[in-house]
């Protein structure tokens, strides 16, 4: 069994339930998998009226959730998001 990351439990905390908008459409997140490798982390989110929904955020090292918003707010229909830290 994996040990418990505070890294993990962080970006849990900021993005399950946010209420993020892409367009027209806003939506809920819901995060069902994290996985942290060294101070890179993946996140799997689904839409909540969709479940079925998935999308991968590749979330890069110094990256803040408001490089997250941001990127999910300009996202373009790819199932996964390169998520860098803002200039």
Known sequence: MEAKSPLADLWF??????????????SKL???GIHVD????????????QPWSRLLL???PR????DVL?????????????VPHAA
């Open 13 to 26: 905390d900021l993005l399950d339930g946010r209420v993020v908008t892409n367009g027209q459409k806003t």
């Open 30 to 32: 819901l995060v069902q």
């Open 38 to 49: 060294g101070d890179t982390v993946w996140v799997q989110v689904a839409r909540a009226e």
């Open 58 to 60: 590749h979330i890069r």
């Open 63 to 66: 990256a803040t959730i408001r």
């Open 70 to 82: 941001a990127a999910l707010r300009e996202a373009s229909g790819s199932d996964r998001i390169e």
